[in-house]
């Protein structure tokens, strides 16, 4: 490898590292670009600035507004730009769920899913796919077919009269109020729709995108802003997901992972959790392990080996506690409790009170 480049990827990884960012935070790309050298992209506007103060004895010139550089030293040339959405633009998720993928393939490592209604920030586009942000910061691939571009104000539009949370774990979307009629959608547990008083029972309902139909009021509730959030009430949603089986990157009722069921239980509480569990665990306020017995429900149980958090749990109080693990199941902290694990018990680290 060039010397010279060899500096350029000391310098991203020394940048990324100032800024605390890793893979899941901020994108890179490195590719040969023929004679004029190597193409460089960076999504993190703190990792760009940081790049260029790394870039110690090259010789820099600003191109096209100050998103793009020419990097030079010697023989090596390099264009390094910066990755920029179109926040006007956002894109808007039109399917029930929508996976976001490490690369852009299916094959790909799936990190994280979205739901009907929430939306994204393309940094660019290749072929099918969209490298996109997510609100959290988060990146990811995510396939074009799940997505469509539209204009912010139409987003802002909808969630306006979208006052209707689905409670249900998956529901359909009928095309008529009759449950032998041919499906319009489905949407899962937290999706937020525009629906019409109660009829019967149905409710008409308008979807992200444009479509409409109707779905069983059953499925359905109120999403009343004013409502503080409610330990035993988000306890009793989390619990509606027993058996729902494993699935790493999942945050929905078709799979979780052990943060995504921590996240997804807490974002239908009206509360924003990052979306890992590493993440998580630097949120709320400290309960040190020797107070278990003190854990309310709703509070954030965590766990790993070697004192490096790698699991998560929603504390049910006295020990108890829901989590994905295979599928969503509960186990106990105490001994002699039947639910009682002891490999939990041992690699157990602390615990968090999100909810005050």
């Known amino acids: 490898m060039p010397d010279g480049l060899k500096r350029l990827y000391e310098a991203i990884a020394n940048a990324e590292k100032d800024c605390g960012l890793d893979w899941r935070f901020s994108y890179t790309r490195l590719a040969p670009a023929g004679d004029a050298g190597f193409e460089i ?32 030293l010697g023989d090596l040339a390099a264009r390094i ?53 997510l609100p959290d910061g988060y990146h990811g691939w995510i396939r074009s077919w799940y997505v469509r571009e539209t204009d912010a104000r139409e987003i802002a539009s909808y969630e306006a009269a979208a006052r209707t949370i689905v409670e249900g ?44 139909g109707f779905m069983r009021g059953a499925l359905l509730a109120e999403a009343d802003e004013r409502l503080r959030p409610d330990r035993d009430r988000l306890v009793r949603r989390s619990m509606r997901f027993l058996g729902i089986p494993y699935l790493w990157g999942g945050t929905t009722p078709k ?18 959790l990052p979306r890992d569990s590493d993440r998580q665990a630097l949120v709320g306020a400290m309960i040190p392990k020797e107070r278990v017995d003190s854990l309310e429900p709703a509070d954030l149980l965590f766990f790993g080996e070697g004192g490096k958090v790698g699991h998560v749990a929603i504390s049910l109080g006295k020990g108890l506690f829901i989590h994905a693990y295979g599928e969503v199941r509960l186990n106990s902290l105490v001994p002699g409790d039947e639910r009682y694990d002891e490999r939990f018990s041992k690699i157990y680290l602390f615990a968090r009170s999100v909810l005050r």
């Open 41 to 72: 992209e960076l999504s993190s506007e703190d990792v760009w600035k940081a790049v260029q103060r790394h870039l110690e004895g090259f010789s820099i010139e600003r191109i096209e507004g100050g998103r793009a550089v020419r990097a030079s």
């Open 81 to 133: 730009t910066l990755l920029s959405p179109d926040v006007t633009r956002p894109l808007w998720v039109v399917s029930s769920v929508a996976d976001v993928r490490r690369e852009g393939a299916h094959s790909a490592e799936l990190v994280t899913q979205l739901i009907m209604g929430e939306s994204a920030y393309a940094l660019k586009a290749e072929g099918d796919w969209f490298l996109v942000r």
């Open 169 to 212: 774990n998956i529901g359909y979307v009928l095309s008529e109020p009759d449950e032998e009629s041919l499906p319009v959608s489905e949407a899962v547990a937290g999706t937020r729709l525009a629906a019409a008083p109660a009829d019967g029972e149905f409710r008409a309902v308008a979807l992200p995108g444009g479509k409409k």
């Open 255 to 272: 799979g979780f992972d052990c943060s995504g069921l921590v996240k997804r239980s807490f974002l239908m509480e009206g509360i924003s």
